[in-house]
């Protein structure tokens, strides 16, 4: 018997799903290999409903909505046609063929096209073969040392002399404990064995605990949702926080989404020259960092480095070219390593859900078990879900014990959001394009 | 586990010999050994010695380096399958699965050993004994590999550790020049080794001088300062992610599952817990029994040096193996040598 490839479509229930019967009662023929989900608005449908339809063994999956300005609860399509094209790169950059999701809009009467669609897309995944999305452990593991990436240009750093930033913020912090305008200072010390990392000051005796180096690389913003939540009817005192360039956007990202509001805070924003990682040259996110200095403060600290450190150096790229069988074959073993600790999650500013979705006990999106199809989900979900909204700290990438490449992951997303929308997160307050529905404009085609 | 002792027997190997001899036993067994993956090392498998990372675990550094998971992944998997559930009409199957491979673990460092044996105390020596873990153990050997210098976070010596304490081992190499001096150390161990092919030798190896570099508080100092500020003022700047409790040689808790397979299929799995994560022991209701910060970091240190040592007799022992690892893959600095010598110091 040929190969019949399984197909679930999520069908609107105003337009797409009735222009499917439309097509039945014209009798005009549809590929029988059409799972139909009817769902109520193309909106509703969630990139964890769509990974969970690979994950269970579908070979492609067809969202099917009302036309742009024909939505029965008039946005909900424009959110579907925001995120899902994000959602098709990035799984597309994890390794799926591109042809095995497709975004389309079919009204009630147009059954010949819904049929036009669905045989062209049913055609195209045939043509692909069954998907190796879901792959048992072992079938893989075979030659990924070939697909490794090429040696990173290594930038040295030299020392610089941050002795001027640290008294700087000495004094700012002691100032602020001393006149009681916030009730804690978070900055960085230098811990036992030379490490930086992050300290809570609370009294203006403390305060020569603080310092600034090119070590000070963790993102303290994610301390402030829980910091700065209110206990109660009691609202939280106001905390003062040493931010890098990378670090202010992120305050912008929280401010965006109230979890927090500027008066809460005194933001001490600090001039950056680029954080060396643990071989003591420039981290990779410095790299191609363009901002160096805060983009919102109450003091600013230092001044703006003379020459920009803008070195190109495209690290998806080559990731890219790989076909993708191969593509999906590199990214299941870098997710194989994954020990589903959660560090990326927790140092990360934007992962502040009190429960995240994917470790909730009654998720029915991924199990917690710490298998290959768990960890994929876990982390395709996780970038899903910060795009838009991710500054680039690379925290994530810094904080994951098994070395797991998943700023690649954000940095291909914040790519793509740009190229949409022109958008950058946390430049401004503004929240992320895709979460939003009347704001940034789609165009179709 | 037999450990039953026997006459200490050693033999002079090269380095050609004990690669000839890892061969050998990758042809008939699993040979799992320290392996470069992706920049980090891991116990892997391994099906020629070729693969094994020499470079970083004898030739290449002064100092010991160790994988940054420890040997626990072998006997207690991140998510290990208990039982598969088939449901037919009304009728409902299990089937255990047990893993039956024998496996032989080379270039095991002497505190990752003890974290085995640390782990023996509530798997095998507590009824009921987990048969999956059991049968893990049973089908294991342990080659290890002695430790020329402490690396910069190993804090063995004061934990009542040594760098080559050859105790939990069934095979001990120590480097020497150009070679090794191997140990068999138990009758399981001794079954490996090569009969006529290596040079025996009466040299024995010389104990280590290393000493403790710090004072660990004693076990009756803990209940006195479980309510202390000191507590929550070091959590602070905990993420409360699991980093520390995975890497752990020694943490152990798990939770377990039922999770659907397909249509009628289910499957039982048990996999890692660990007490730093928010969720950990949730009850219904919503209770977390510790639902601070401070009070999930303040366990992990309780459970190491108090609660695991009096709940499973380890003497004055600690549930700590001073590998170091929480050290170095936590992601904001917290230091548990730092919590120690805290606790010691005059208040």
Not at chain 1, 168 to 173: E, P
């Amino acid at each position: 018997m040929s190969y019949e490839p399984r197909i679930i479509a999520f069908l609107c229930t105003w337009c797409s799903y009735t222009g499917a019967d439309t097509a039945g009662i014209a009798r005009i023929k549809s590929p029988a290999n059409i799972r139909a989900i009817r769902v109520p608005c193309s909106g509703r449908v969630s990139p964890e409903l769509v990974m969970r339809a690979f994950d269970q063994g579908t070979d492609g999956v067809l969202v099917l909505g009302c036309h742009i300005g024909e939505c029965h609860y008039d946005t909900g399509n424009h959110r579907a046609a925001k995120r899902l094209p994000i959602l098709h790169s990035l799984m597309q950059f994890a390794g799926l063929e591109p042809e095995r999701f497709h975004l389309d809009w079919v009204s009630a009467s147009e059954g010949e096209r819904f049929s036009r669609i669905a045989t062209e897309f049913t055609d195209a995944v045939r043509a692909l073969g069954p998907v190796s999305w879901r792959v048992t452990p072992g079938e893989w593991q075979a030659a990924v040392e070939s697909l490794l990436p090429p040696e990173e240009q290594d930038i040295p750093m030299t020392a610089l002399d941050c002795s001027g930033k640290t008294d700087a913020i000495r004094a700012k912090a002691k100032e602020l404990l001393t006149s009681r305008e916030v009730e804690c200072v978070i900055g960085y010390e230098v811990g036992p064995r030379g490490r930086t990392r992050p300290v809570f000051i609370y009294t203006p005796e403390e305060t020569g605990r603080l310092v600034w180096n090119p070590d000070a690389s963790n993102n303290l913003v994610s301390y402030l949702p829980v910091k700065l939540k209110p206990k109660g009817k009691e609202l939280p005192k106001k905390v003062a926080v040493v931010v890098k360039p990378c670090d202010s956007r992120a305050v912008n990202v929280l401010l965006a989404e109230n979890q927090f509001t500027r008066d809460q805070v005194h933001v001490i924003g600090v001039t950056c020259e680029g954080m060396r990682d643990e071989g003591g040259s420039l981290q990779s996110k410095c790299i191609t960092c363009e901002e160096h200095t805060p983009v919102v403060y109450d003091t600013l600290i230092g001044e703006p480095p003379v020459k920009g450190l803008a070195v190109t150096v495209d690290r998806p790229e080559w990731l890219e070219k790989l076909p993708p069988p191969q593509r999906m074959e590199f990214w299941l073993s870098q997710f194989d390593r994954c020990i589903r600790c959660y560090a990326c999650r927790q140092a990360c500013p934007m992962c502040n859900c009190p429960t995240c979705l994917y470790e909730r006990d009654d998720s029915t999106f991924v199990g917690l078990g710490i298998g290959l199809n768990e960890k994929r989900t876990f982390h395709l979900g996780r970038a899903y879900h910060l795009a838009g909204r991710c500054v680039g700290c690379n925290e994530c990438e810094r904080a994951c014990p098994m070395n797991i490449p998943i700023g690649l992951l954000n940095q291909k997303l914040a790519e793509e959001i740009e190229a949409a929308f022109d958008y950058h997160a946390g430049l401004t307050v503004t929240p992320s394009p895709i979460v939003t529905v009347l704001s940034g404009e789609y165009k179709e085609g | 586990m037999s450990k039953i002792k026997v006459d200490k027997k050693s033999w002079l190997i090269s380095q050609s010999e004990l690669e000839t001899w890892l061969d050998g036993i990758a042809d008939v067994r699993t040979l799992i050994a320290p392996r470069q993956v992706s920049g980090i090392m891991l116990y892997r498998p391994v099906a020629k010695s070729n693969e094994i990372s020499w470079k970083g675990i004898t030739t290449g550094s002064a100092y010991a380096v160790r994988p940054v998971l420890s040997v626990k992944e072998i006997f207690f998997p991140p998510t290990e399958r208990l039982f598969t559930i088939q449901k037919t009409g009304q009728e409902i199957h299990l089937k255990e699965t047990y893993p039956d491979w024998e496996t032989v673990v080379f270039g095991v460092r002497p505190c990752d050993a003890r974290g085995a044996k640390l782990l023996d105390s509530l798997f095998l020596d507590t009824n009921p004994v987990d048969s999956f873990y059991a049968r893990r153990r049973g089908n294991t050997t342990l080659i290890g590999l002695a430790c020329k210098e402490l690396g910069p976070s190993c804090f063995c010596t004061s934990v009542g550790g040594s760098p080559n304490d050859a105790h939990d081992v069934d095979i001990m190499l120590y480097e020497t020049n150009g070679g090794y001096l191997a140990e068999a150390v138990t009758e399981k161990g001794r079954f490996l080794i090569p009969g006529g092919e290596w040079k025996e030798t009466t040299v024995s190896p010389q104990p280590s001088t290393q000493t403790g570099q710090f004072p660990v508080p004693d076990k009756g100092k803990w209940p006195e300062i479980f309510n202390d500020d000191y507590w929550v003022k070091i959590s602070e700047r905990c993420l409360s992610c699991r980093a520390c409790a995975y890497v752990c040689p020694t943490c152990r808790c798990f939770a377990v599952r039922d999770e659907v397979l397909g249509p009628g299929q289910f499957e039982r799995i048990r996999c890692w817990d660990a007490c730093a994560g928010e969720n950990y022991r949730r009850v219904a209701g919503g209770h977390k029994p510790r639902a601070e910060k401070g009070e999930r970091l303040r366990n992990r240190f309780y459970c190491k040096f108090y609660y695991y040592p009096e709940q499973y007799g380890l003497g004055t022992a600690s549930a700590c193996t001073g590998c170091g690892r929480c050290i170095d893959v936590c992601p904001v600095g917290v230091d548990i040598t730092e919590v120690l010598m805290d606790l010691e110091k005059p208040t």
